[in-house]
C-alpha cells in the first residue's frame, strides 16, 4: 500500500503571510500523497494542544479477485439468461450472488443483474456522441439506462420535473472546493439559462442542474480535468464523504477530517476513475466524521459514524464507531454503538472493510426499505458485526471506548467572523439562502477565495460557505465585497439556521415546493419577529428527508393537507431536534397543516414565540390584527 500524498494539504496562503507550524490548508486537486499531523490531544481546557504525531494513512489498496462463480450461481445465471460480465455481480461472493439472482431479490437488484450501473462510466460518452450526430434522441434510450443506470456516473434524469435534462451530483470530499474547482462548476451549467443551477447539499455536496445528456460527457471529463468527479454518487453507492468545515482551522479538533474524507473517497472510487468493487451495495450508505465535540457531520444519522475521542487509558486520538443512522419513508433511526474503536490508520481501511461486508452480507430482499445497513447490524449484533468486519480486515479490531465529559459541549456556529488556530488567520462563513447557487456566484465565490484567502472554499452540511484562511489585514475589504449583500456573514437567526431540500421544483418525489417557500416564509418572520437566539428550520419535500426535517429545532416535511375541503400542498411539523452531542430527533407533533401562508405562518410564529423567546417587533401586532380584521 502507498500512503495518501498530503501534498495537497500544504499551506497556500497569502502573500506576506506566515503561519504556524505544523498549519496548513487543504487544496482539493486529486494527488497521490504522505502523513496526516494530527492534533493529537487537547487539554484540560478544551483548547487543542499539537503533540506533532504522525499517522500514516493509505488509500491505494491492491485489487481484488472475483471468487470464482460457483455451479449454482451459474445455473442461474444460465436460467434468467444474463451476462455475468455485463451484471453486477463480479465482486460479490457466491452467497450474495444468489441473493441478488433470487426470485425474491427487489427490482433494482435484478436491473443490476441484467447490467450494471457502471457500465455508464464510459456509455454516457457514447450516448452523448450519438445525439450530437444526430443518430438518437435521448427518448429512443433505454428506460432504465436513462432513469437507473446512469446515476452510477452521477446523472440523475429529471423526467418529472424536467424532462431530458439531468442534475449531476458531484464527490467533494469534506465539501473542499478550490476557487479554479468553483469557476468549473459555474461555467458548466451557465449556458442552461433558467435550468442550469447549482445546490449545496445536506451532505457538503454540490449539484448540478440543467445538464442535456449531450453535454454530460464532456462535463464528467472537465471535472476530472480540475480534480473531481461524479462516478458512484447515485443508487447502491456511497455518498459524499462529510467531516468537519472547520478542518485544520479549529482550536478544538481531535484530527483534521480532510485527509481522512479524501482517504475514504479515493478508496471508494479509485481516486475518481470508479471502482467496480464497490458499486453494487444493497443500498446506499452514508458515512460521516465526527473530529470535534461538535459533531459538523451529523453522525447519528449515518450509516456509519466515525466519532473522534482521546483514548482515556494512552491519550491517542481514535474513534468511536456508530453504526446504523438513516431516514427512510418507513424508518427513521438514529445510530447505535458499533462498539468498535478504531486508530487514525485504521478508519480507510475499516471503511472498505464494512462496505466489503454490508455488500456481501446485506440484504437483497423485495422490499428495499430493509435493505439498509441497520438491518444488517440489527441481524447480526453489534458483536458479531465487529466480529464479520475484523475477519475482512484481517485483525481483530479493538472494542470500543467508554468516553465522558465533565462538560457540556454547544454546537458552534461557524457562521460570520472567528478566529482560526493560526495566529493572524481567520475563517469567514457566509449564509448562502437555501444552498441555492447560480453560475455567476461560483466566480463571485472564485474571487473571494482568491482575493481574501487562500484560493480555497468549503461547503458545510447547513448549505453555507466558509473562506479559510483570511488575514486580519483583509476582514474589512472583504466584508464590504457586493457578494455579502446577499450571501450575509451576518444573518438573521431564522436565515443563518434555514435547511431546504430541492423541493418539487426540479424533484418528482417531492410533494411540495420547499426553497423558494422556504426563503420566503423566513424573511417574513424575520420583518415580524425579534427572535434572540438562532433557531434552525429545515425543510423537506417528501418523507425521504433529505433536507433532513428531524434534525431541526423546528421541521416542516411535505405531506397531504385539505384547505376548504380540497386538496393543497401541506406540511407535517417536527419539534425539538438536537445536534452536536448527545442528539435527538424532532418529534412530529402535527400533520396536514396547508402551505398557504395565513395558516402556516401563525403556527410558525406561535413557535418561535412559546419556545424559542421571540416577541412580536413594535408594531406588528396591529398589523396582523388589521390584516385578519
Not at 460518452?125 to 429512443?140: F, M, N, P, S, V
Not at 475518481?272 to 465535540?293: D, H, M, S, W
Not at 465529559?405 to 469567514?428: A, I, M, N, S, T
Not at 430541492?502 to 418528482?508: E, I, L, N, R
Request: charge should be negative; aromatic fraction near 6%; proline fraction near 5%.
Amino acid at each position: 500500500m502507498q500512503p495518501l500524498n498530503l501534498s495537497a494539504h500544504t499551506n497556500v496562503l497569502p502573500s506576506g503571510v506566515s503561519a504556524r507550524p505544523n498549519s496548513r490548508v487543504a487544496r482539493s486537486r486529486r494527488q497521490p500523497a504522505a502523513t496526516v499531523r494530527a492534533c493529537a490531544a487537547v487539554a484540560d481546557n478544551g483548547t487543542a494542544v499539537e503533540k506533532g504525531l504522525e499517522f500514516q494513512i493509505n488509500d491505494v489498496f491492491p485489487p481484488a479477485q472475483p471468487e470464482p462463480v460457483s455451479e449454482a450461481v451459474q445455473a442461474m445465471l444460465d436460467e434468467q439468461g444474463l451476462d455475468y460480465e455485463a451484471s453486477g455481480l463480479k465482486y460479490l461472493t457466491n452467497e450474495a450472488r444468489e441473493r441478488a439472482l433470487a426470485k425474491k431479490a427487489n427490482k433494482i437488484e435484478k436491473l443490476k443483474n441484467k447490467k450494471g450501473g457502471h457500465n455508464m462510466w464510459g456509455e454516457v460518452h457514447e450516448l452523448g456522441q450519438l445525439i450530437r450526430d444526430g443518430k438518437t434522441t435521448w427518448e429512443d434510450l433505454e428506460l432504465d439506462d436513462i432513469d437507473l443506470r446512469l446515476k452510477w456516473s452521477g446523472l440523475f434524469h429529471r423526467r418529472k420535473r424536467t424532462p431530458g435534462f439531468f442534475m449531476m451530483r458531484l464527490k467533494v470530499p469534506n465539501g473542499e472546493l478550490t476557487a479554479e474547482q468553483a469557476r468549473f462548476l459555474g461555467g458548466a451549467v451557465r449556458k442552461y439559462g433558467e435550468k442550469g443551477c447549482l445546490d449545496i447539499t445536506t451532505r457538503a455536496n454540490i449539484q448540478l442542474r440543467g445538464i442535456p445528456l449531450e453535454d454530460a460527457g464532456d462535463i464528467i471529463n472537465g471535472l476530472q480535468d480540475v480534480g473531481l468527479t461524479s462516478v458512484q454518487t447515485g443508487m447502491d453507492n456511497v455518498r459524499n464523504m462529510t467531516g468537519s468545515p472547520i478542518a485544520g482551522l479549529d482550536p478544538h479538533e481531535f484530527v483534521d477530517s480532510r485527509p481522512l474524507c479524501k482517504a475514504i473517497d479515493n478508496m471508494i472510487t479509485n481516486h475518481g476513475k470508479g471502482n467496480p468493487e464497490l458499486v453494487n451495495l444493497p443500498r446506499k450508505i452514508n458515512i460521516g466524521l465526527a473530529t470535534t465535540r461538535d459533531d459538523f457531520a451529523h453522525t447519528h444519522i449515518n450509516d456509519v459514524g466515525l466519532y473522534a475521542a482521546k483514548d482515556p487509558e494512552t491519550g491517542k486520538v481514535g474513534f468511536n464507531v456508530e453504526l446504523g443512522g438513516y431516514f427512510s419513508i418507513k424508518r427513521n433511526a438514529t445510530s447505535i454503538p458499533g462498539d468498535t474503536w478504531l486508530d487514525v490508520e485504521e478508519v480507510a481501511p475499516y471503511c472498505k472493510a464494512i462496505l466489503e461486508v454490508f455488500r456481501d452480507y446485506g440484504q437483497r430482499v423485495s422490499d428495499r426499505q430493509k435493505t439498509r445497513l441497520m438491518w444488517l447490524v440489527e441481524e447480526m449484533g453489534a458483536e458479531k458485526f465487529r466480529q464479520t468486519v475484523s475477519t475482512y480486515i484481517g485483525y481483530d479490531l479493538k472494542p470500543g471506548k467508554h468516553i465522558t465529559y465533565d462538560d457540556q459541549w454547544k454546537r458552534r456556529d461557524v457562521l460570520g467572523v472567528h478566529p482560526q488556530r493560526q495566529e493572524g488567520l481567520f475563517w469567514v462563513g457566509a449564509c448562502i439562502p437555501v444552498g441555492r447557487l447560480q453560475s455567476d456566484d461560483m466566480d463571485d465565490l472564485a474571487h473571494i477565495a482568491e482575493t481574501y484567502g487562500d484560493g480555497t472554499m468549503r461547503m458545510t452540511v447547513e448549505q453555507d460557505v466558509i473562506f479559510p484562511n483570511v488575514p486580519e489585514k483583509n476582514l474589512e475589504a472583504m466584508q464590504q465585497e457586493p457578494i455579502f449583500q446577499r450571501f450575509k456573514i451576518n444573518p438573521g437567526n431564522l436565515s443563518r439556521g434555514l435547511v431546504s431540500c430541492t423541493g418539487a421544483q426540479f424533484c418528482g418525489v417531492a410533494i411540495i415546493e420547499t426553497k423558494n417557500r422556504a426563503m420566503a416564509v423566513v424573511e417574513k418572520l424575520e420583518q415580524q419577529l425579534d427572535i434572540p437566539e438562532a433557531v434552525r428550520i429545515h425543510w423537506t419535500g417528501c418523507p425521504n428527508s433529505c433536507g433532513q426535517a428531524q434534525v431541526g429545532d423546528i421541521g416542516l416535511m411535505g405531506g397531504p393537507a385539505k384547505l376548504d375541503g380540497k386538496a393543497v400542498e401541506g406540511v407535517r411539523l417536527f419539534r425539538g431536534g438536537i445536534i452536536g452531542e448527545n442528539p435527538t430527533l424532532a418529534t412530529e407533533f402535527e400533520k396536514g397543516v396547508p402551505c398557504e401562508e395565513s395558516i402556516l405562518l401563525p403556527k410558525l410564529r406561535e413557535l418561535l414565540m412559546e419556545h424559542h423567546g421571540a416577541t412580536l417587533k413594535a408594531g406588528v401586532e396591529q398589523e396582523l390584527a388589521t390584516a385578519a380584521a
